[in-house]
């Protein structure tokens, strides 16, 4: 095994060298410390591109209870006894009328896009939180909360969505994903200009080089999807800049807890009237619903009154985007129109893809569509998966570059403690990188095989994702760093390529059933998951073979030394 060296030249600091070399100390530095937490809000972002297909394959009881009720409403509607649009409103204004009389907001959903569906009607409780129930769609009596049987509770895709932006820590997470974002943009500028030759380092690879080979597939990576990178960091701000920078907010309406809500109302809603106290019935709500849908050429898929039972109330009707119209559009909005309940005058009309509060306001509704892909279908969302993969690749490869520059050569940047300091880089990195995509991997599997009558089952399945991880962190830290990498890696590749025996064997379902039935969501699922364990195999090959190696190269290195000492 070779002597560790340590350098001990000068220049290695920010204030050291001319402008390249602060730019390479702010990328190294600025990079490190944010990787590991960039790599998860990366990975997890990447896998939250296809949250509505994890949560599919999550929840198997719904794929029978949907067909069953798709093949319901076809009936009903063949025999003529579907109920319309209009019956609909009519029961959901009376559950609402009779329940929650005083509520300060009804919604409700009649249909979906094609004009059937559940029947849901939605409200605003004492605390303020968004409460909901379902009617039944023949009787209009609300349904019993456990008339969908025995569902497994679950978050499944949204768990993705949740802590690539919060990471389920609320304002004090996304602040914490905020930072990091704003690190990310340091650090890819600094690195542009740190490179000399960044084009051509591109077309550069050379494999079996040991630091070389990390630094060649860092720089591939980052090049690639150099513009991807840096819009995903920019716009992933962006969207949250109101509470970033809530200066403009707090000049307007003050610092109570209540501005920001009273700000985004009379943004979504001006001229939103108060109550007037002068009682008047809820008109018909289905004539509404015919006007709204005329003037922004949209299906029907929400009807929101305001003040209900007030004189001052209003109607608001909002539409379906259909697949074919938002994948063409940057902002998602769909259209909107308001209507006075007393006059039945039009009050405010937003169509498709226009955002109230004027071109600000667009622009920031048009970097969201461009951070969640809401547009351009399945193709672009293939595009975003692939270029997400790749900038959690340049996480990773750089996390792993700065400890192989650094094993055989200390850089002394933490005085006596250097050593340790590395080690404790070693273990974040095993954590970080395989330890991960364990806790990942193992949320699924506790998707199976968690009871379906277990209390608070949703949060236990985000038990086993945190403990899993938690689990990786301390193996990582307390194994020798060659065996925790192989281990962890092993690990990912058998939960990996199992995963589909797994739902074979908990739920009866597999391969050939999910492609006979055109369920292309659920086999993608476990189509990738097996991608994910191929790669973790050819992980576990390297791996191996580099340990070989060592014990050969230490094995020689004894033999020599003993025939000196001879």
Not at 477 to 490: C, T, V
Not at 503 to 515: E, S
Request: aromatic share 10%; with cysteine; net charge neutral.
């Amino acid at each position: 095994m070779g002597k560790t060296v340590i350098d001990r030249r000068p220049g290695s600091g920010a204030g050291r060298g001319g402008f390249r070399q602060a730019q390479a100390w702010l990328h190294t530095w600025c990079g490190l410390w944010f990787s590991w937490l960039l790599y998860a809000v990366f990975l997890t972002g990447t896998l939250a591109v296809f949250q509505e297909a994890i949560g599919h394959w999550m929840m198997p009881e719904h794929h029978a209870e949907e067909a069953a009720h798709e093949a319901e409403q076809a009936a009903a509607e063949a025999a003529g006894l579907a109920s319309s649009r209009g019956q609909r409103l009519a029961w959901g204004a009376a559950f609402m009328e009779k329940h929650h009389q005083g509520a300060e907001m009804w919604e409700i959903w009649p249909t979906d896009a094609k004009g059937g569906g559940e029947l849901k009607v939605y409200w605003f409780d004492q605390q303020r939180q968004y409460a909901d129930a379902e009617l039944d769609t023949r009787t209009g009596e609300p349904l019993d909360e456990h008339h969908h049987g025995a569902m497994r509770a679950t978050m499944g895709g949204e768990h993705f969505v949740h802590f690539h932006y919060e990471l389920h820590a609320g304002q004090a997470g996304l602040w914490v994903v905020g930072v990091a974002g704003m690190a990310m943009l340091v650090a890819l500028i600094s690195g542009v200009v740190t490179h000399k030759r960044i084009f051509q380092d591109f077309f550069t690879f050379r494999g079996r080089k040991g630091q070389r080979s990390w630094l060649d597939a860092h720089n591939a990576v980052a090049v690639l999807t150099l513009p991807f990178q840096l819009m995903i960091a920019y716009t992933g701000i962006a969207i949250s800049a109101l509470t970033f920078m809530p200066a403009g907010i707090w000049s307007q309406y003050g610092t109570a807890p209540g501005a920001v809500q009273t700000f985004a109302a009379e943004l979504g809603e001006p001229g939103k009237p108060p109550r007037s106290g002068e009682a008047m019935a809820v008109p018909d709500l289905e004539s509404f619903a015919a006007r709204g849908q005329a003037l922004i050429g949209q299906p029907v898929r929400a009807v929101v009154v305001n003040h209900p039972g007030d004189a001052a109330a209003r109607v608001g009707i909002y539409g379906w985007n259909s697949d074919a119209n938002a994948d063409k559009r940057l902002s998602p909005n769909t259209g909107m129109a308001m209507f006075s309940a007393a006059s039945g005058e039009l009050l405010q009309l937003r169509m498709p893809g226009q955002a109230e509060g004027g071109g600000a306001s667009l622009a920031q509704s048009v970097m969201g569509g461009l951070h969640m892909v809401k547009f351009g279908g399945w193709p672009m969302k293939w595009l975003y998966f692939v270029c997400g993969l790749a900038g959690t690749a340049m996480m990773a490869t750089g996390a792993i570059l700065f400890v192989v520059k650094r094993r055989s050569k200390h850089m002394g940047e933490f005085g006596s403690a250097t050593a340790a300091v590395y080690r404790l880089i070693e273990g974040l990195n095993v954590a970080a990188v395989a330890g991960l995509g364990v806790a990942c991997i193992g949320y699924l599997w506790a998707n199976r095989l968690l009871p379906l009558e277990l209390p608070q089952r949703a949060q236990w399945e985000l038990g086993v994702f945190f403990g899993l991880w938690l689990a990786a962190l301390l193996h990582g830290l307390l194994r020798a760093p060659a065996k925790a990498w192989l281990e962890q890696m092993a690990l990912l590749a058998a939960l990996c390529l199992l995963l589909p025996v797994l739902n074979a064997v908990t739920v009866g379902d597999h391969w050939p059933a999910q492609l006979l039935r055109g369920d292309w969501e659920s086999a993608g699922v476990e189509l990738v998951a097996w991608a994910f364990g191929l790669a973790a195999v050819w992980a576990c090959r390297v791996l191996w073979r580099r340990r070989a190696l060592v014990a050969g190269n230490a094995a020689s290195s004894a033999a020599n030394n003993v025939q000196v000492g001879a």
